[in-house]
């Protein structure tokens, strides 16, 4: 089983709707990251957490909000989806203390905003 | 601002040998990290360099130089699967984030 899984793996949805995605990880892992990629641009950072309690803004954040469920368990919503949020989706995990914070990504959500 | 350049594409051929180049500019620095990525999949890690000098592993090789803001990626041998993109990311010693160039797209030619 992958030890990063992602939901759904594809999406079209309408301006306008609220949707989530959602995030699961087996790897015992204290830090969660959210990223969008977008064709000719790096991964851009849209909200990490350290641990249950502790949500951070990235580079992008603004449409978007997340939630900590449990250590693994990270969900990401868009609020009003627009048009310029279609992009691919990826949630990572790494381990929260010590010099080596390698990044296990997801499979990713593919969604388009209509 | 922050800043990292890697070539857009590239082109080889099998067997032969690729250098990858990636220049950052940021304002912290706790290592250079090196991923791989197939079309419509997820990264995966190939190498991280904190220390200037060269890292080995199998066919695949990673250099930095911190005093320039440089570093490449070498793939020896290369075959089909390589082709993919090959992603240049800077750890932020200030959060723990990453900073990643766009990527490079390595098409690999028989």
């Known amino acids: 089983d992958a030890d990063v899984t992602q939901t759904p793996r594809n999406r079209i949805t309408k301006t306008g709707k609220r949707i989530m995605l959602e995030c699961s990880q087996t790897?015992?892992?204290?830090?969660m990251y959210w990223y969008r990629q977008d064709p000719g641009l790096g991964l851009r950072l849209i909200y990490y957490?350290?641990?249950?309690?502790?949500?951070n803004k990235g580079e992008i954040s603004d449409g978007y909000s997340v939630s900590r469920q449990a250590q693994a368990k990270f969900s990401l919503s868009l609020e009003s989806a627009i048009p310029n949020q279609t992009a691919l989706y990826f949630c990572?995990?790494?381990?929260?203390?010590?010099?080596?914070?390698?990044?296990?990504f997801g499979p990713g959500t593919r969604l388009t905003v209509t | 601002g922050q800043n990292i350049d890697q070539p857009t594409e590239m082109t080889a051929t099998e067997g032969a040998i690729v250098q990858i180049n990636c220049t950052y500019q940021?304002?912290?620095?706790?290592?250079l990290f090196w991923y791989q990525q197939h079309a419509g999949e997820a990264p995966t890690f190939l190498s991280y360099?904190?220390l200037d000098g060269l890292e080995e592993k199998g066919r695949f090789s990673s250099f930095l130089s911190r005093s320039k803001g440089y570093s490449y990626l070498l793939l020896k041998e290369l075959q089909m699967k390589d082709s993919a993109s090959y992603l240049c990311a800077v750890g932020m010693d200030s959060n723990y984030q990453l900073i990643w160039g766009a990527g490079t797209k390595l098409i690999i030619k028989p």
């Open positions: 360099n904190v």
């Open positions: 957490s350290f641990d249950v309690k502790d949500i």
């Open positions: 940021t304002s912290g620095f706790n290592g």
């Open positions: 790897k015992g892992h204290d830090r």
């Open positions: 990572a995990t790494s381990i929260g203390a010590g010099a080596s914070y390698e990044q296990y």
